[in-house]
């Protein structure tokens, strides 16, 4: 099969396929638990960890100096930061309607029932009630979010797509990007969960919900196409893809799934969780580099 089809199928199923699971789960169910989402969001995040350890950046290194590589993982996570800064800034009262409790800069926590949400998602019409910020309702905040995890996922598909180019250079293993997708995949469930939570107690139909949150993932099919072409022209490309998509990756791990996994719930089995990930997508690396 084509290589651009078969990056288009995988990140079909893995990006809109992963937010639109996210959003049937939060139409069949009021909420997962913290303490399920929190091990889950580890869990993924030590996987993802070890991919950009043992797989991107090594692969990067291969292909340049340690100078370049370490330079362009920075402009990676630097680019992601400000990126998702203005996300924040434009869609900053979403966060409180994924079902869960925060606490935001002040230490003051904040959580959002879903028993009134899955009450009112069934009446067809928007209930004007309004979100964390007093200005919208819930089903336009659900839109902001899905725009804001749209833009989000363009840098996700870039780091997908070079990591498909870099296992299409001689030597390589070819099933990392298809890790890598699966990964991302998993990251996109509870993201999913939190676009369609609002869009569903603002009075969405549970399909138009799920359809929101699956068009939310379309940029990651463009960005992973894009990120392939680039990496594929020469290998100096290659490493700046493979360290730049590096970057974009730790941005994620760091500055949203494990924040995000403290700010849900906090016990012993954390580490636990995240230690298992880690071994998990080493064992599935070495594996198929073996």
């Not at 230490?107 to 959002?112: F, L, P």
């Not at 009630?129 to 089903?139: D, F, I, K, M, Q």
């Not at 840098?155 to 001689?170: E, L, Q, S």
């Not at 991302?184 to 993201?191: Q, V, Y």
């Amino acid at each position: 099969m084509n290589t651009y089809l078969t990056i288009f199928c995988i990140t079909a199923v893995t990006g809109a396929g992963g937010l639109s699971l996210g959003g049937v789960l939060a139409a069949a169910v009021h909420s997962p638990s913290d303490r399920t989402m929190s091990l889950l969001l580890r869990f993924t995040a030590g996987v993802m960890f070890s991919v950009v350890c043992f797989d991107l950046i090594a692969d990067a290194r291969e292909e340049a100096s340690a100078l370049p590589v370490l330079c362009w993982i920075l402009i990676g996570y630097l680019c992601t930061y400000l990126l998702n800064c203005w996300i924040d800034k434009q869609a900053h009262h979403t966060h409180s309607h994924g079902g869960h409790s925060h606490t935001d800069a002040h230490g003051h926590s904040h959580s959002h029932s879903h028993n009134h949400s899955h009450e009112t998602a069934h009446s067809g019409h928007d209930n004007g009630e309004l979100c964390a910020c007093g200005h919208h309702t819930l089903r336009t905040a659900g839109l902001v979010l899905a725009a804001a995890v749209a833009l989000h996922n363009m840098p996700v598909g870039m780091a997908i797509g070079a990591t498909f180019a870099g296992t299409a250079a001689p030597g390589h293993a070819g099933h990392a990007g298809i890790l890598a997708a699966l990964i991302i995949g998993l990251h996109n469930i509870p993201e999913g969960m939190s676009i369609a939570a609002p869009l569903l107690a603002g009075g969405s139909r549970p399909a138009g919900a799920v359809g929101v949150a699956a068009l939310s993932g379309l940029p990651t099919i463009i960005g992973a196409l894009l990120g392939y072409s680039a990496g594929t022209m020469n290998p100096l490309l290659l490493a700046v893809s493979l360290s730049f998509a590096a970057g974009a990756m730790l941005y994620v791990i760091f500055g949203e799934l494990l924040p995000e996994s403290e700010s849900l719930w906090r016990g012993r089995l954390a580490g636990m969780s995240t230690m298992l990930g880690l071994l998990l997508g080493m064992a599935l690396i070495f594996g198929h580099h073996g």
